[in-house]
């Protein structure tokens, strides 16, 4: 993975004060980063979804929007696939770049190579969100709610749910870290998401059951807004 970069060239941005080394609690404020998933190929789409128009703006500008409007820094996008077609949409925006050379191996190596990222940017981070750039409800509010879930209940995983499952966005606290790093596969972390229900809380957010895999998925998201 290459060293990452703001997307004008220039320095990192540097993060804001020093934040506690304990873990987060109720108490507490917890500082964590955001990775916007963005590598696929979009093969069942025949063409990039993350540069799908959507209420006038590429997909994946939507879900960088909307990181940025929350408290998440720094925001990571991961690109693999049609890299040179995406960069060019996220010149403008305050956002690291985060390579990942090993696409095709599935999901997980879009975690490793987002979550590496934040670490070099922040060895203080408290905790790594990690979304998709295909779900057109994901919002800074949706961010929010996940945020005021695990203060509620100090786990160290809030997930959202929906379709019967948990699944992205999903928040992660440090102690994860080591074992997002260790993902490999297509599924991501479905294992840790699904794991001991003593350390994952969920928010019921039933309008991320929708992603834009086909062109039916947008067709019809299409239709319904007009």
Not at 145 to 169: F, K, N
Request: hydrophobic share 45%; with cysteine.
């Amino acid at each position: 993975m290459s060293e990452p970069k703001t997307q004008d060239g220039g320095p990192n941005p540097e993060p804001g004060g020093d934040c506690p080394t304990s873990s987060p609690t109720v108490s507490s404020t917890v500082r964590f980063g955001a990775v916007i998933l963005a590598a696929g190929e979009s093969a069942r789409m025949g063409t990039p979804k993350q540069l799908l128009p959507l209420d006038g703006k590429p997909l994946v500008v939507r879900a960088v929007e909307a990181a940025l409007a929350s408290p998440a820094w720094p925001v990571v996008v991961v690109l693999g696939a049609h890299a040179e077609k995406i960069r060019p949409v996220l010149a403008r925006l305050p956002v690291l770049v985060a390579d990942n050379p090993a696409w095709a191996e599935g999901m997980a190596a879009s975690i490793r190579a987002g979550v590496t990222t934040l670490r070099q940017f922040s060895r203080q981070l408290d905790a790594a969100l990690v979304a998709l750039c295909d779900q057109p409800a994901f919002s800074a509010g949706v961010i929010a709610q996940l945020v005021a879930a695990q203060r509620a209940t100090s786990r160290s995983i809030v997930a959202a749910h929906y379709a019967g499952r948990h699944g992205a966005p999903a928040l992660f606290l440090r102690e994860h870290f080591p074992a997002l790093l260790a993902l490999t596969g297509e599924e991501g972390a479905r294992a840790l998401l699904q794991g001991d229900p003593a350390r994952v809380a969920s928010v019921d957010l039933p309008d991320l059951a929708l992603d834009l895999d086909t062109p039916a998925d947008y067709a019809a998201l299409r239709k319904d807004q007009r």
